[in-house]
């Protein structure tokens, strides 16, 4: 306990300044006074081993929080009880034809309640907020947040403001309103949309997941992390390839496999970090790719994966930092290849996923015709997001679908004639 600040558990340390390293209280606060680093949840690893061992996991529900004593809730959680415990699917189908003999595709499609890998953090992020007292919780969002923190917001009993870029899509606006929550879209772009969060934090002392509660909001991104590797038999992965917005997922999976390292659940295994991004928005994986320290701010972003657009992301240092240390790579794709991504996925797997999904298949596929990802060495792939979410951006496949009269000679004129399908690159041809 000689190194632990005043109001925190015994294996929660505190909130430690990602520069320069100080320790703050665990309470609702981002930035370290001294130089404006982030903060981010420290623990006592020793502790945490004493309280939790993989032979106790076995006896727990297969959900995020089987790994709660990671976690920075005291106590039990209280909110979005049955996020996470995705399965990892073992692609088959989408490794052959990317020519990968083991991929492995985690699907976070598929989270409760929301159908994005946001429900893990937000589950994280209103346990704590209800702890510390907030009745007033909400968040600045691309969407998928959106819809978390409604949903969760809802279901917890607090009331939740959600402030969006007004150009999202029509779905993400709408599962984020049915929940009752005040939504309110603004002219700008989500760095903008971000500033005045955090203003409004600061006026009204609400509870913003991702402003004034982020240290705790990203550490339910770990989970991820620790599902993969338990779904592994306990192995690390070679190879993960992550979709970056804020930059915050990648790191925090890796935060997670050297926790796991640390309490001696699974043996070191280095892990590369491939970071994916849209061309329209591609901060990150610009910096990589051109080598620079840190990345260049995008002012206006311009992509259909709307979710992963992000210009100034506050985890870009790290996210960059990582994925050279690692000896891993980034890579950024076109609009069209994230369409021809996100169909790939459906057509292999029979996993939609939403465009920022397209993004890492298509960044996947990218990266092994460049050989920055050996083919030979197992790889999982994260796929973050649901597709019935992005419609708009596959609605041409709809034009392949024929109507017909209720009889049988039109019936056989389609099964013997000729075939009209959608190819990947979305033009339709004759088979
Ligand atoms: C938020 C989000 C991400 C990336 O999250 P960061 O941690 O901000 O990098 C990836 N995919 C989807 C679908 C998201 O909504
Ligand atoms: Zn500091």
């Not at 929301?114 to 893990?120: A, E, G, M, Q, V």
Request: aromatic share 8%; net charge neutral; charged share 20%.
């Amino acid at each position: 306990m000689s190194n632990s600040v005043s109001g925190c558990s015994s294996r929660i340390t505190g909130l430690r300044c990602r520069t320069c390293g100080k320790l703050y209280p665990v309470q609702a606060n981002n930035f370290c006074t001294e130089d404006f680093g982030p903060l981010e949840v420290a623990y006592d690893y020793e502790v945490i081993g004493k309280q939790l061992t993989k032979n106790e996991l076995k006896n727990r529900p297969w959900n995020m929080w089987r790994y709660r004593e990671l976690l920075p809730v005291e106590g039990e959680p209280t909110v979005g009880l049955h996020a996470g415990g995705t399965p990892l699917v073992r692609a088959k189908r989408l490794g052959a034809a990317l020519g990968v003999k083991q991929l492995y595709v985690k699907n976070d499609a598929v989270n409760f309640p929301t159908l994005s890998f946001k429900d893990r953090v937000v589950s994280v992020a209103l346990s704590k907020a209800k702890e510390l007292g907030f009745t007033t919780v909400g968040c600045a969002s691309t969407g998928n947040l959106a819809n978390s923190v409604a949903a969760n917001a809802a279901a917890a009993g607090l009331e939740s403001y959600i402030l969006v870029p007004s150009d999202l899509e029509k779905a993400k606006l709408l599962n984020t309103v049915v929940y009752g929550a005040n939504l309110i879209r603004v002219h700008g772009t989500y760095d903008q949309v971000n500033r005045l969060c955090t203003q409004i934090a600061f006026k009204y002392g609400w509870g913003l997941v991702n402003i004034n509660l982020r240290p705790f909001y990203a550490e339910g991104s770990k989970t991820m992390g620790y599902e993969i590797a338990e779904e592994l038999g306990w192995n690390l992965p070679k190879h993960v390839v992550a979709p970056m917005a804020g930059g915050s997922l990648i790191g925090k999976i890796n935060k997670a496999f050297n926790e796991l390292t640390q309490l001696g659940w699974v043996t070191e295994t280095p892990t590369r970090f491939y970071g994916a991004q849209a061309s329209g928005c591609s901060p990150i994986s610009t910096a990589v790719k051109q080598g620079w320290e840190s990345h260049k701010p995008v002012k206006k972003p311009n992509t259909i994966a709307k979710s992963l657009a992000i210009g100034d992301p506050a985890d870009g240092y790290f996210a960059n930092k990582l994925i050279k240390s690692s000896g891993g790579w980034a890579e950024d794709v076109t609009d069209e290849e994230i369409v021809e991504g996100m169909l790939l996925l459906s057509q292999t797997e029979g996993i939609f996923a939403e465009t920022a999904g397209g993004v890492t298949v298509a960044v996947t596929k990218k990266l092994i015709e460049q050989g920055k990802l050996p083919a030979d060495e197992p790889i999982v792939v994260c796929i973050t997001g649901n597709g019935l979410k992005t419609q708009d951006s596959v609605e041409k496949v709809l034009e392949q679908v024929p109507a017909i009269e209720p009889n049988m000679v039109e019936f056989d004129k389609i099964v013997t004639g000729p075939k009209e399908v959608v190819q990947l690159t979305h033009e339709r041809v004759l088979v």
